[in-house]
C-alpha cells in the first residue's frame, strides 16, 4: 500500500512537471497567428504624462484600441530615472517608488488595465545594475523571507572597458567572469553565468508576473549577455509575451532570436529595427516605394526587415515586434536622436498597422493623432490581420506605394504616398484617409462601418460612414438624432462624412436593400467645445496666428503668403514661430507678422502652412488672430485689444465665419461683437 502510494505519488510530480514544461513551451516567447497591438506608453523624460495614475486614468480609451501595455522599468532607481539604471528588484519599503509614481499606484494600474483584458509588458533591466554606493554595494533585498543580494563577484571581469577590474583591484575585490558578449559603459554589467546572478534574476522574474501582475517583457540590451539565458529565464518564469531589444542587423536579431530557442522553439521575440530604419527612410526621403526595399547590408546581409517577405520567406515575422519610432530614436527633449522620424507620421503608422508582425505604436504619436491611429487599429482588427498574416505588393515607386495584406476576414490594402492607387471599388471600400495614406478593405461584410469610435472629444468631428457589402444595390442610411435610420434617412451610395458638431450626438447607420434597413450601427459622441488658451494673446493691431502643435512635433516654424508677397521670408521652411504656452501637454506657438520677412511672391492663391521642418500642415486659409489644431482646424480668433475695428448690423457673409469674443463660433443671427477675420464688427 505505501509502495503504492509513494509510486502514484511520483507519478504525479512527473505529470506536473510536465504539464509546466507544456506550458511553458506553449508560449514560445510570442503566440503564433496573434492579432494584437501594442504600445509604448512612454517617450523620454515622460514623467508627467506617462504616469501611472494618467495610465490608469486613460486605461478605458487605451483598452479599446491596444492588448499590450509596454510601460517603463518600475523599480527604484534612487532618484529622477527613465528606469534604465535600475536599482531596487524587489518590493518592500520605497523600493517600488519611481518617477512615475509609487508602488500603489503601480499596481492599480496594472490591475485596471488587467481588467479590461490588457496585459501589461515591463522592461526589464538585466543587462547591468545599479549600486546603492560605490561601485560594488548592491542593494540587500529580502522578499517572501529569502535575502537576495549580489556582490562584486557577479560583476563581468572586463566591465566598462576594463574601469571595474582596475577599481575591484584598488578595493581588494574579486571579479566574476570576462563579458563575452557586448560591453556596456555604464553601471555594472552582470555576470550572468553566475549562479547567483541567476537566482536573484529568476526571483526577480516571477515577482514581476506573480505579484506585480506583468503579462510579459520587454528586455533591455540584450546584446549585452548570451540570449540563452534569456531562454532559461523564460523557461523559468513563464511569461505570456517577451521581446528583447537587439538593436542590430537583421542576420544579428535572427541569430539572437534562434539562440533563445527552448528545443526547437524560440523564446522571444525581437523588435524589428530594420523596419523602423525602412520606414523612416522612405518617409523622410519621400521615396514611398522604399517601403518594399531593405536597409543597407551587414557583414554582407542585406538587412530586410524581419516582416518582409524577402527574409527567410517571411519565417521569422511571428517573432517581429515592428515600429517606427521609440524613446532611444525619437528627438530628446536635450536634442539627440538616432535616426528619428521626421515626416510622414501618419503614413508611417498607416503602414506599420496594415503589416505582419505585432505592431508597436509609440506613446508621442498616439498623442497627437489618437483619431487617426485608432481608427487605423480598427480597421486592421476588422479585417483580421495578425502577427503571421502574408501580403503583395501591388505598386512601389517613388510617389506610391501599395500593398495587399490577407487578413482572417477580409483583405486590407494600405497605400502610402503622395501618387495614388485606387483598387476595384466594386470589390473594396475606402475605409479610411488622411496625409499621404489610404486604407480600403474588401467588401467582405454585410455591413457599415463607422471611422470614428464612440467617446469624448474636444472640438468638432467628422466621421465616415463606409458600405462594407459587394450588393450594388444597397445603400448607406443613417440619422444623427438617436432614431433608427429608415429608407426616408439620408443617404449614401459609397461612403459618405458626417460632422460631429459640439453636444451629444448619436450617430446611427445601416444597410438598406430591398426598401429594409438592417445591420445598424450605433456610435455615441460627446463633443467639447475647445477652448483658446488665455495665454494666446495679441498686441493692437498686431499680424499673427496661433498653432498648436501636435506632441510628437519639433520646434515649429510658419509658412504665410498671399497673391503679391510671402510674409515669412519666401524661404522654407519659413520663419521660427514663439513658443507661448502648453495645454493639455501640447505647445502652443505663435507666428507674429514682421514687416522685414515680406519678400515679393509669385503666387495665384493665398494661406498659411505650419511646420516643424519634417512634418507640416496642408495649406491653411489664413485668420488674423486664428487659432489652429494640430490637424489644421481654425479653433478660433484670438480678438485684437485695439477695439471695434468697424461697426455694422449685418457684416458681409463672404468676410468668413464668425466666432464670439471667447473664439467660439457662432452662426449668422449672433448679437453682439463678432469677430470676421481678425476684425470686430458689432451686430445689433
Not at 549600486?131 to 562584486?152: A, D, L
Request: glycine share 10%; hydrophobic share 30%.
Amino acid at each position: 500500500m505505501k509502495r503504492q502510494f509513494i509510486i502514484t505519488m511520483m507519478l504525479t510530480a512527473i505529470m506536473m512537471f510536465a504539464c509546466q514544461n507544456v506550458k511553458a513551451a506553449d508560449n514560445n516567447g510570442w503566440p503564433a497567428n496573434y492579432g494584437g497591438v501594442m504600445l509604448q506608453a512612454f517617450y523620454w523624460d515622460s514623467y508627467s504624462d506617462t504616469k501611472w495614475t494618467n495610465l490608469t486614468k486613460n486605461a478605458q480609451l487605451l483598452s479599446e484600441n491596444f492588448d499590450l501595455i509596454w510601460i517603463p522599468q518600475s523599480g527604484n532607481c534612487g532618484g529622477k530615472s527613465m528606469g534604465y539604471d535600475a536599482k531596487y528588484w524587489f518590493p518592500g519599503g520605497n523600493h517600488y517608488s519611481s518617477a512615475f509614481g509609487g508602488e500603489n499606484d503601480l499596481r492599480t494600474m496594472i490591475q485596471t488595465f488587467k481588467n479590461l483584458n490588457v496585459k501589461v509588458i515591463g522592461d526589464v533591466v538585466i543587462n547591468h545594475r545599479n549600486t546603492e554606493s560605490g561601485w560594488f554595494n548592491f542593494p540587500s533585498e529580502t522578499y517572501k523571507n529569502v535575502t537576495y543580494q549580489m556582490t562584486s563577484k557577479d560583476v563581468c571581469s572586463t566591465d566598462d572597458g576594463g574601469k571595474a577590474k582596475v577599481q575591484a583591484d584598488k578595493e581588494g575585490k574579486q571579479l566574476g567572469n570576462p563579458e563575452t558578449t557586448e560591453d556596456w559603459d555604464g553601471y555594472r554589467d552582470l555576470d550572468h553565468t553566475s549562479a547567483n546572478v541567476q537566482k536573484c534574476v529568476k526571483a526577480y522574474l516571477k515577482m514581476l508576473l506573480n505579484d506585480l501582475g506583468y503579462a510579459g517583457f520587454r528586455y533591455d540590451m540584450v546584446k549585452g549577455y548570451p540570449a540563452g539565458n534569456t531562454s532559461v529565464y523564460n523557461h523559468d518564469a513563464n511569461p505570456e509575451f517577451s521581446v528583447g531589444e537587439y538593436w542590430d542587423g537583421t542576420g544579428k536579431i535572427r541569430e539572437w532570436i534562434d539562440a533563445t530557442k527552448w528545443g526547437d522553439m524560440p523564446q522571444s521575440a525581437a523588435f524589428d529595427f530594420q523596419f523602423k530604419y525602412v520606414v523612416g527612410s522612405a518617409c523622410n526621403s519621400g521615396n514611398y516605394g522604399n517601403l518594399m526595399s531593405y536597409n543597407g547590408d551587414s557583414w554582407g546581409v542585406r538587412n530586410w526587415p524581419l516582416i518582409s517577405n524577402m527574409y527567410a520567406e517571411g519565417g521569422y515575422r511571428r517573432w517581429a515586434v515592428p515600429f517606427v519610432e521609440n524613446h532611444d530614436t525619437e528627438v530628446r527633449p536635450d536634442g539627440s536622436s538616432n535616426g528619428p522620424l521626421r515626416k510622414d507620421t501618419l503614413a508611417a503608422n498607416a503602414f506599420l498597422l496594415a503589416m505582419p508582425g505585432t505592431p508597436c505604436v509609440f506613446y508621442k504619436h498616439w498623442l497627437a493623432y489618437k483619431n487617426q491611429i485608432s481608427q487605423m487599429i480598427q480597421i486592421r482588427k476588422k479585417a483580421g490581420i495578425h502577427n503571421m498574416s502574408t501580403y503583395s505588393s501591388l505598386k512601389a515607386e517613388q510617389s506610391v506605394c501599395a500593398v495587399e495584406v490577407q487578413g482572417t476576414k477580409s483583405k486590407l490594402i494600405c497605400v502610402v504616398g503622395t501618387g495614388d492607387y485606387t483598387p476595384d471599388l466594386n470589390q473594396y471600400a475606402l475605409v479610411a484617409s488622411g496625409y499621404h495614406y489610404k486604407y480600403y478593405i474588401e467588401k467582405k461584410f454585410n455591413e457599415v462601418m463607422i471611422s470614428l469610435a464612440s467617446g469624448t472629444y474636444t472640438g468638432s468631428q467628422k466621421a465616415t460612414i463606409s458600405l462594407l457589402t459587394s450588393d450594388a444595390s444597397a445603400k448607406i442610411v443613417y440619422t444623427t438624432n438617436g432614431s433608427d435610420p429608415t429608407a426616408s434617412s439620408p443617404s449614401a451610395t459609397n461612403a459618405v462624412t458626417v460632422t460631429i458638431p459640439v453636444g451629444e450626438t448619436t450617430l446611427k447607420a445601416g444597410i438598406l436593400k430591398g426598401g429594409t434597413v438592417s445591420s445598424i450601427v450605433t456610435r455615441t459622441y460627446t463633443i467639447k467645445e475647445q477652448q483658446i488658451p488665455s495665454f494666446c494673446t495679441r498686441d493692437a493691431g498686431e499680424t499673427c496666428a496661433f498653432f498648436e502643435a501636435p506632441a510628437s512635433w519639433g520646434n515649429v516654424n510658419c509658412w504665410r503668403w498671399d497673391k503679391n508677397y510671402n510674409y515669412t521670408g519666401n524661404v522654407w521652411p519659413g520663419v521660427p514661430c514663439t513658443m507661448v504656452g502648453t495645454t493639455s501637454g501640447r505647445k502652443v506657438w505663435k507666428w507674429s507678422y514682421q514687416t522685414s520677412q515680406r519678400k515679393s511672391a509669385s503666387s495665384n492663391d493665398e494661406g498659411i502652412i505650419f511646420n516643424d521642418g519634417s512634418n507640416q500642415t496642408s495649406n491653411l486659409n489664413f485668420v488674423n488672430g486664428g487659432y489652429y489644431s494640430g490637424d489644421g482646424t481654425l479653433i478660433g480668433v484670438v480678438p485684437d485689444p485695439a477695439g471695434i475695428n468697424e461697426v455694422s448690423n449685418t457684416p458681409s457673409t463672404s468676410r468668413g465665419t464668425y466666432y464670439n469674443l471667447a473664439g467660439q463660433k457662432v452662426d449668422k443671427n449672433y448679437k453682439g461683437i463678432v469677430i470676421v477675420n481678425g476684425k470686430k464688427y458689432l451686430r445689433k
